[in-house]
Protein backbone atom coordinates (compact mmCIF):
# COMPACT_ATOMS: atom_id res chain seq x y z
CA UNK A 1 0.00 0.00 0.00
CA UNK A 2 1.34 3.24 -0.85
CA UNK A 3 1.90 6.30 1.23
CA UNK A 4 -0.91 8.63 2.18
CA UNK A 5 -1.41 11.65 0.34
CA UNK A 6 -1.68 13.10 3.54
CA UNK A 7 1.39 11.75 5.01
CA UNK A 8 2.80 12.69 1.66
CA UNK A 9 2.58 16.43 1.70
CA UNK A 10 3.32 16.78 5.73
CA UNK A 11 6.82 15.15 4.94
CA UNK A 12 7.09 17.68 1.93
CA UNK A 13 6.19 21.05 4.28
CA UNK A 14 8.43 19.32 7.17
CA UNK A 15 11.25 19.17 4.37
CA UNK A 16 10.88 22.66 3.06
CA UNK A 17 11.14 23.84 6.82
CA UNK A 18 13.62 22.12 6.84
CA UNK A 19 15.65 23.64 3.97
CA UNK A 20 15.79 19.53 2.75
CA UNK A 21 15.82 19.95 -1.00
CA UNK A 22 17.17 16.55 -1.54
CA UNK A 23 13.74 14.87 0.16
CA UNK A 24 11.72 17.25 -1.70
CA UNK A 25 13.09 15.94 -4.89
CA UNK A 26 12.64 12.53 -3.64
CA UNK A 27 8.77 13.53 -3.08
CA UNK A 28 8.28 14.92 -6.91
CA UNK A 29 7.70 13.00 -9.40
CA UNK A 30 10.34 13.41 -12.51
CA UNK A 31 7.91 14.98 -14.70
CA UNK A 32 6.23 16.85 -11.63
CA UNK A 33 5.21 20.73 -12.62
CA UNK A 34 4.95 23.97 -10.53
CA UNK A 35 2.70 26.56 -10.98
CA UNK A 36 2.50 29.89 -9.44
CA UNK A 37 -0.44 32.51 -9.93
CA UNK A 38 2.04 35.53 -9.15
CA UNK A 39 4.13 35.23 -11.94
CA UNK A 40 1.82 32.61 -13.95
CA UNK A 41 4.93 30.30 -14.45
CA UNK A 42 5.07 26.67 -14.56
CA UNK A 43 8.07 25.54 -13.36
CA UNK A 44 10.20 22.11 -14.18
CA UNK A 45 11.01 19.86 -10.96
CA UNK A 46 14.89 21.17 -11.47
CA UNK A 47 13.26 24.50 -11.57
CA UNK A 48 10.95 24.86 -8.57
CA UNK A 49 14.38 22.96 -6.58
CA UNK A 50 16.49 25.78 -7.56
CA UNK A 51 13.94 28.38 -5.98
CA UNK A 52 13.14 26.46 -2.71
CA UNK A 53 17.05 26.31 -2.11
CA UNK A 54 17.45 29.58 -2.81
CA UNK A 55 14.37 30.40 -0.48
CA UNK A 56 15.21 27.94 2.56
CA UNK A 57 19.08 29.44 2.02
CA UNK A 58 18.00 33.15 3.09
CA UNK A 59 14.71 32.51 4.63
CA UNK A 60 13.18 30.49 7.43
CA UNK A 61 9.37 29.38 6.45
CA UNK A 62 6.85 27.65 8.90
CA UNK A 63 3.90 25.84 7.65
CA UNK A 64 0.76 26.41 9.09
CA UNK A 65 -2.26 23.97 7.33
CA UNK A 66 -5.80 25.17 7.54
CA UNK A 67 -7.27 23.46 5.83
CA UNK A 68 -6.81 19.91 3.74
CA UNK A 69 -9.20 18.43 1.27
CA UNK A 70 -8.51 15.02 -0.11
CA UNK A 71 -10.36 13.43 -2.94
CA UNK A 72 -8.22 10.54 -4.69
CA UNK A 73 -4.97 12.19 -6.48
CA UNK A 74 -6.48 15.53 -5.88
CA UNK A 75 -5.40 17.60 -2.67
CA UNK A 76 -6.97 21.42 -1.75
CA UNK A 77 -4.94 23.29 1.17
CA UNK A 78 -5.19 26.52 2.29
CA UNK A 79 -2.44 27.59 4.44
CA UNK A 80 -0.31 30.45 5.78
CA UNK A 81 3.37 30.53 5.65
CA UNK A 82 6.04 32.85 8.16
CA UNK A 83 8.89 33.80 6.08
CA UNK A 84 11.74 35.06 8.26
CA UNK A 85 15.17 36.56 6.47
CA UNK A 86 18.09 34.79 7.88
CA UNK A 87 20.50 38.17 7.16
CA UNK A 88 17.93 40.59 9.05
CA UNK A 89 15.36 38.96 10.75
CA UNK A 90 12.37 40.55 9.13
CA UNK A 91 9.20 38.50 8.64
CA UNK A 92 6.16 38.41 6.99
CA UNK A 93 3.22 35.96 6.52
CA UNK A 94 1.59 34.74 2.81
CA UNK A 95 -1.77 33.47 2.82
CA UNK A 96 -1.78 30.54 -0.44
CA UNK A 97 -4.44 27.72 -1.65
CA UNK A 98 -2.42 24.91 -3.14
CA UNK A 99 -4.06 22.25 -5.48
CA UNK A 100 -1.78 18.90 -5.38
CA UNK A 101 -2.42 15.82 -7.84
CA UNK A 102 -0.41 13.06 -5.79
CA UNK A 103 -0.54 9.37 -7.33
CA UNK A 104 1.88 6.57 -6.76
CA UNK A 105 3.33 8.55 -3.54
CA UNK A 106 4.86 11.63 -5.34
CA UNK A 107 3.47 14.80 -6.18
CA UNK A 108 2.94 15.31 -10.14
CA UNK A 109 1.48 18.95 -10.21
CA UNK A 110 0.95 21.94 -7.65
CA UNK A 111 -0.98 24.73 -8.58
CA UNK A 112 -0.23 27.67 -5.95
CA UNK A 113 -2.77 30.30 -5.65
CA UNK A 114 -0.65 33.16 -3.49
CA UNK A 115 -2.44 36.15 -2.06
CA UNK A 116 -0.97 39.77 -3.79
CA UNK A 117 -0.66 41.28 -1.13
CA UNK A 118 1.45 39.16 0.64
CA UNK A 119 3.78 38.88 -2.23
CA UNK A 120 4.74 42.88 -1.79
CA UNK A 121 5.11 42.43 2.11
CA UNK A 122 7.41 39.33 0.64
CA UNK A 123 9.47 41.00 -1.43
CA UNK A 124 10.16 44.20 1.00
CA UNK A 125 10.97 41.94 3.57
CA UNK A 126 14.47 41.84 0.83
CA UNK A 127 14.51 45.44 0.50
CA UNK A 128 17.21 47.96 2.29
Known sequence: MSESAARILDRF?????A?????VASIYADDATVWHSNDNITQTKAENL???GFLT??????????ER???GEAV?????????????GR?????AAIFFTVRDGLIHRIDEYIDSGSVRELTALFQP
Not at 57 to 66: C, H, N
Not at 76 to 88: K, L
Open 57 to 66: KIATLRYTVL
Open 19 to 23: GDVAT
Open 91 to 95: SATSH
Open 76 to 88: AQRHRVAFTVRAN
Open 50 to 52: KTL
Open 69 to 71: VIS
Open 13 to 17: FAAIE
